[in-house]
């Protein structure tokens, strides 16, 4: 009895000692894999902040003054008018708000199952 005891709890324990060891190895491979998604992102980052400030320094009025210069009668510049700003007059304002009391008649009407235009019952309504 004891014989067979020992038996089958070395077997538990060499399975339990499998298992733990595959998730350890698991485990293992999942940080691996981690830390090379943490390393990419963080060299993303590292050329996004590369092109941000190549951007800036290209996009500074002292760098592309002389490249306007350059090209200015291929690209036929003309210096800006005020005419060609608008006003604020020009901007429409915002239409009135709806009318409520309307709308909520017109969805009084529907419920009851009654033309709102014609007055008279809907098809299909009983």
Do not use: C
């Amino acid at each position: 009895m004891i014989r067979t005891l020992n038996i089958i709890l070395t077997f538990t324990s060499v399975a339990a000692l499998v298992g733990v060891y595959a998730l350890k190895f698991s485990v293992e491979d999942t940080a691996s894999a981690k830390t090379a998604l943490e390393r990419t992102i963080a060299r993303q980052e590292s050329d996004l902040s590369t092109l941000k400030a190549d951007w800036a320094y290209l996009n500074q009025p002292s760098h592309i003054e002389p490249i306007v210069d350059r090209h200015l009668e291929a690209l036929n510049l003309q210096p800006l008018k005020q005419s060609q700003i608008g006003s604020f007059d020009l901007i429409p304002m915002r239409p009135p708000a709806p009318d409520a009391s309307g709308l909520t008649e017109l969805l009084q009407s529907l419920e009851a199952g009654v033309d709102p235009v014609a007055g008279a019952p809907l098809e299909g309504s009983n």
